[in-house]
């Protein structure tokens, strides 16, 4: 019997990976000289080969001697954070800001919020630039990271301007129910939820394909990329095994037989193409 393969409704580069990489190629057009980025662009092997072959080239320590007044400088998605942002200006005559709007409007909310007085609460991995991003946006250090359960015991006692928001790409769920312990804590806190749309509506396919009936999850996309690694992890919360794999040829071909429906889902930085190579051996497959 031939295995069923349902493809996510979503699929393909979220809109703030395919402004940045659009950005990327056509800097390497345009520019006389080196463009460079800070940073993987997009968390996808594949992604920033194809990058790296139009002529984007990752800034290492060793270039920054060798910048000229000709090259270009690209921020990446996620963003980056002010400090970094201000010796970018400096060192490059030429900046690209390639910041997913989004990061952009949550940057400018924690300024502003700030500006005002609050105390900002991003729920959210402390490593990953786009935190790293938004947090440097807080005035005056006005600002926790909040990733695990036990962190919530060392905030502050006596807020009472609290603005909680989310990191664009976290489960959902779990935003909620930080929100849910955090107002708790601050009665008066005002929640946000900013994750964004595409993230939103990934997760809400894997929920779907409960419903659909699948019985196993394949997330096409990165091993670093958070938002596919996040998906992983829901379909596993709702019960149902993921893997999650960077190409086709790494799929594990022996375990998926033994299921009769297969989910298949793209993270926000995976090509298309690679989600239907995954699709198309899938459906070759049979049990
Ligand atoms: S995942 Fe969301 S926030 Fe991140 S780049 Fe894509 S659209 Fe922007």
Do not use: W
């Not at 400096?90 to 919020?113: A, Q, W, Y």
């Not at 502050?156 to 928001?165: R, T, Y």
């Not at 990191?167 to 959902?172: H, P, V």
């Amino acid at each position: 019997m031939s295995v069923k393969v349902i493809m996510a409704n979503v699929s393909g580069f979220c809109s703030g990976v395919k402004r940045a990489l659009g950005l990327a190629y056509d800097a390497c057009k345009q520019c006389a000289g080196q463009v460079y980025v800070a940073g993987e662009l997009v968390h996808n092997k594949k992604v920033m080969e194809n990058v790296e072959t139009a002529g984007v080239k990752l800034l290492r320590d060793c270039d920054l001697e060798k910048i000229t007044s000709k090259d270009a400088l690209l921020i990446r998605a996620h963003g980056c954070p002010r400090g970094q942002r201000a010796k970018f200006h400096k060192l490059f005559n030429i900046v690209i800001d390639g910041t997913c709007p989004h990061v952009g409007r949550v940057s400018k909310m924690i300024e502003c919020e700030s500006g005002k007085g609050k105390h900002i609460i991003v729920i959210g991995d402390k490593f990953h630039p786009e935190v790293q991003t938004l947090v440097s946006f807080a005035k005056d250090d006005k600002v926790d990271i909040i990733n695990f359960e036990e962190e919530l015991d060392h905030l502050q006692d006596n807020l009472d301007q609290v603005l909680v928001i989310a990191q664009s790409t976290i489960d959902e769920s779990s935003f909620k129910s930080f929100a849910n312990k955090i107002s708790k804590i601050y009665p008066n806190a005002e929640i946000k939820n900013t994750i964004c749309s595409s993230s939103r509506r990934r997760q809400q396919a894997i929920l779907y394909f409960k419903k659909e009936g699948v019985q196993a999850v394949v997330v096409a996309g990165g091993i670093h990329s958070n938002n596919t690694r996040t998906l992983a992890q829901i379909a596993k919360k709702i019960g149902l095994p993921a893997f999650h794999v960077e190409t086709a040829t790494d799929l594990p071909i022996q375990k998926l037989k033994t299921f009769q429906v297969i989910g298949v889902i793209g993270g926000a930085s995976t090509d298309e193409e690679t989600t239907k190579e995954m699709v198309a051996d899938l459906l070759a497959l049979e049990n």
